[in-house]
């Protein structure tokens, strides 16, 4: 008993010193930090002034809405499109192709999200290539605004994203058996009912990994709303960035930071909630 | 009498290869029909084709008189147990059984209704708020007829059901599906490797071997009068002598490689000097016959006593050292027998069946009984 315990602390002690060094103390301080501000004569103390400041200026808790609105709403169209291609890879190809389909939806990862942004922008942007050819073919008389709007730059985080739904249920649509899906429309199932009652109840917990995944990275993201997003849509961690980087105001940047952060395990557990999921039970 | 499935000549290939070769059979309303062969022969292929998941390559399958080419399965009047049952594991037992009634738009109160009705017609009242994983492998077997029974199809389909369960749950589950198949009356058509299965439950049998079928008759018939050596081998336990024909007519002399000679009825017309294969039911055998006059007798050594209360039997081999089961009577008139006594047995010219004899290979392929 003893040994085994000694063994246990030997193995987690990395983990452990991991998690301590590099993600408990430096949140510790940024939260110490978010509860200090200067008062009237310039003296560092404790003050809510941070929080307060955030739901004063409208400019932050509506950036703070909308990241999290559109976090959701990218989620849930990641979903709609990861189900099918899903369905396609684990259930409808040819075992011997699915490793071919598995590498096409890589492929993208290997390539700097960065550079990935810069191509959407050249195919996107009004002289670029799709308005190219749609003003070629006749489609359109002038090039169409494409680049800078909330429904491209949503394309743009579905896109990141797709993988990180996928793969989770790849892997648990793997685990059902076909004859299910035959016996449900052996007993008269259509294909809609199929899916409501049979493959999205068995997917629960790999659709609820996937969109923990998203959801966290979407509303973390920083590059692609920014560069894709138009100029007045802003993303909240371009706040938290402003306010480390161009006021060199740590304090209310650290509290924004905590904000952000109550806002996606709130908005997690929300959703946990409404699904019915246990944290226990979500796949891996 | 009303015929609720109609196979005609149906085929199926997967590219070149023929799963289902020219099938035709014909089920009456309210008959346990089976359908008995080895594994691979290309039972659950046929048998989804009547449910609608494969369209046969060509032939057709009517049921109640429709042709149901392009019918889409959830359009059939049939319904499939599958081989491993597919109980769907995120409903409960009634969910799972409603499942159909759900579809078909009853309502509530009549499809509760409906499910406990026909949860208490399968034995198991007041199960419908377990979950599946709750169930013994017996009730789960239950369940899943029980949701295609609900269904009121006009034919029930059954893929191996009991195939998973331990053999004591086995043996009873065959006389339960019996008496539920007459207590429901509906067209069961049932689909095993297992010949026990098929002869006690079914009111006809098919034997199917590679794709085709073999014969088709009472489990009586086949077991009494199989027409070719496969259904020999197969149903049935027997002893498999190989010889020569000496003799042709009302009933046949072979002689057999180990030099007896013995008459028997032949099912196929057999001509002198052929090559033939004789099969003897363990049960046709009588030890020690008190009036051997008419019958075939020989002597041989008993190896083993294998008991097996009704079912014992004798292992025995001849002087040439071929192996034979005896029937041994549990009537007590044969308990001096100890092994390593020699022993008269004889059998009744009718009891004998012989066939033109198949090459070894494709006998091996028949994988029934001890070659
Ligand atoms: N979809 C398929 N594609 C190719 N071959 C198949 C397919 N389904 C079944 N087979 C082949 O058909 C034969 C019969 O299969 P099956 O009907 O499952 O046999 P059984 O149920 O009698 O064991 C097998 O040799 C199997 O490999
Ligand atoms: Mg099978």
Redesign the interface.
Known sequence: MKTSRLSLWIFLSPVLMWLVLLIVLPHLDLFIMSFRAKDEYGRMGFSLQNYVHFFEEPIYWLTFVRTAVYSVITTFFTFLLAMPVAFYIVKVVRPKYKGFLMVLLLLPFWVSELVRVYGWMILLRESGVVNFFLLKLGIVDAPLKMLYTDATMIMGLVYTSMLFMVVPVISVLESL?D??I?????????KI?IWR??IL??CKPGITSGAIVVFMLSLGNYLTPNLMGGKNSLWFTEQIYNQFIASFNWNQGAAFGFLLLLLSSGIIWAGLKLSRVKLGEVAS | MEIDLSVKNCVKSFGSFLAVDDVTFDVPQGSFFSILGPSGCGKTTLLRMVAGFEEPTSGTIMIRGRDMRGVLPNRRPANLVFQHLALFPMMTVAENIAFGLRRRKVAAPERKRRTEDILERVGLPGYGGKRVDQLSGGQKQRVAIARCLVLEPLVLLLDEPLGALDLKLREQMKVELKKLQAKVGTTFVYITHDQSEALVMSDVVAVMNKGRFEQMGSPQDLYHAPETPFVARFVGENNVWAGRVEKVGEVVAIKTDEGFVFSAKSQSPLTVGDRADLFLRPEAMRIEPREPAGLNTFSVSVRAILFDGAASRLLTATDSGHELMVALPQNRRFDHIAPGQTITVGWHPESGVCFPAVNPAAAADAGGARP
């Open positions: 058996d004859s299910l035959e016996a449900a429309s052996d007993l008269g199932g259509s009912s009652e049979i109840p068995h």
